[in-house]
Nanobody, 114 residues
Framework: QVQLVESGGGSVQSGGSLRLSCAAS?????MGWFRQAPGKEREQVAT???????SYADSVKGRFTISRDNAKKTLYLQMLSLKPEDTAMYFC???????????WGRGTQVTVSS
């Protein structure tokens, strides 16, 4: 069992930036960030595997950067040029494969105002 705790969410104006962190209690091959806005389905934002290979949703490419510090067992999401449509609850996830996330955090809220 791996426990995940997100932090770093908050309220910013459009064009602002935030850095999310996710502290994990153990190591997994793949980690990722997901988000869910009210009334919308959960969306995969970005993933990173143990080799450092990353993938991004088209909506965040060029603005968000995912990274992980394996020594600290921490996942990060640097978010730049935030838009109101980025407003959502952001969840950290981890698993053995990037298509199978078994562990989830409780989420951290990101709100972007225009």
């Amino acid at each position: 069992q791996v426990q995940l705790v997100e932090s770093g969410g908050g309220s910013v104006q459009s064009g602002g930036s935030l850095r999310l962190s996710c502290a994990a209690s153990g190591y997994t091959n793949c980690m990722g960030w997901f988000r869910q806005a009210p009334g919308k389905e959960r969306e995969q934002v970005a993933t990173v595997d143990r080799f450092g290979s990353t993938s991004y949703a088209d909506s965040v490419k060029g603005r968000f950067t995912i990274s992980r510090d394996n020594a600290k067992k921490t996942l990060y999401l640097q978010m730049l040029s935030l838009k109101p449509e980025d407003t959502a609850m952001y969840f950290c996830a981890a698993g053995s494969r990037c298509r199978d996330f078994a562990y989830w955090g409780r989420g951290t809220q990101v709100t972007v105002s225009s």
